[in-house]
């Protein structure tokens, strides 16, 4: 490749059981992920924001998946019709990313699905004890968010706290419910 080639990048919107998402790529690897929002336009503009690879007022086009990333969203659509895979086969892409933010990003990929961490939990994990609030921060600005599945991290007591992603916590509580976390989704007694 040449110092002046770009390598090939991609977008595509698709359809799954909780709506429309979209996903972006640099060569076969995934750098962005967008949950449905209020139309599929929508949801495509949220994965276009600018970034460090994203230049202000550039687009990526949008192409027919293959490869890796055809397969991604195939799993995808299956995880989020109840067929539980945990998606770190998924090649993603991170650079430009502060290292703290990969750190909890690492820690937080490796979450099975079905199961769940703290915001401290995290911290701990990444050599940064008292840092839930850092924690909670660097997962605010996921750009993969499922991929790399903050719906996953919890608040100190398990309440479903500060999602950011489309449709907030009611959009976390749905993820957790289709990955058939114990605590959500199951009828109570009362």
């Known amino acids: 490749m040449s110092a002046f080639a770009r390598?090939?990048?991609?977008?595509?919107?698709?359809?799954?059981?909780?709506?429309?998402?979209?996903?972006?790529?640099t060569d076969d690897a995934v750098f962005r992920f967008g949950l449905p929002e209020a139309s599929p336009a929508a949801t495509r503009a949220r994965i276009m924001r600018p970034t460090s690879r994203i230049p202000d007022?550039?687009?990526?086009?949008?192409?027919?998946?293959?490869?890796?990333?055809?397969?991604?969203?195939?799993?995808?659509?299956?995880?989020?019709?109840?067929?539980?895979?945990?998606?770190?086969?998924?090649?993603?892409?991170?650079?430009?990313?502060?290292?703290?933010?990969?750190?909890?990003?690492?820690?937080t990929r490796a979450i099975d699905p079905g199961h769940t961490l703290t915001y401290g939990q995290v911290a701990t994990r990444i050599g940064a004890p008292g840092g839930a609030q850092a924690v909670g921060q660097a997962l605010g600005r996921n750009p993969i968010p499922?991929?790399?599945?903050?719906?996953?991290?919890l608040a100190a007591d398990n309440a479903l706290t500060g999602f950011?992603?489309?449709?907030?916590?009611?959009?976390?509580?749905?993820?957790?419910?289709?990955?058939?976390?114990?605590?959500?989704?199951?009828p109570t007694l009362f």
Do not use: M
């Open 146 to 153: 499922l991929i790399i599945p903050c719906h996953r991290v």
């Open 7 to 25: 390598p090939a990048t991609g977008s595509a919107l698709f359809d799954t059981v909780i709506g429309t998402c979209a996903i972006a790529w």
């Open 57 to 107: 007022g550039e687009e990526i086009p949008e192409t027919t998946p293959t490869g890796p990333i055809a397969d991604a969203i195939i799993r995808i659509q299956a995880h989020l019709a109840g067929e539980l895979d945990d998606l770190r086969w998924i090649p993603v892409t991170i650079n430009g990313i502060p290292e703290f933010h990969r750190a909890v990003y690492a820690v």
């Open 164 to 186: 950011s992603a489309p449709g907030g916590i009611t959009t976390k509580q749905r993820l957790l419910e289709i990955e058939r976390t114990p605590g959500f989704g199951e």
